[in-house]
């Protein structure tokens, strides 16, 4: 465990927000182990609900880590 995370996305429908969780949790099971998924709703810029998703409870490192090999797969993400 640990106090950083990684955002994985802001997702349109919360149903969405936890498909995205789970597929990166199946992905990478060692970077994600002993984390947590938040689900955030916020308002978007142009006025729209988003689900914005977090996997908290992770180290620098293994935040750090997480978010690397969802960049080296094509995907996007922010270490918190």
Do not use: H, M, W
């Amino acid at each position: 465990g640990g106090t950083s995370g990684v955002q994985i996305g802001a997702f349109s429908t919360p149903n969405l927000a936890e498909r995205e969780y789970n597929a990166v949790v199946g992905r990478y099971p060692a970077l994600t182990e002993g984390g947590s998924r938040r689900v955030q709703e916020v308002t978007a810029s142009n006025g729209s609900t988003v689900y914005r998703t977090t996997i908290t409870g992770l180290s620098r490192e293994r935040a750090t880590g997480l978010c690397n090999a969802i960049k080296a797969s094509g995907g996007d993400c922010i270490v918190r």
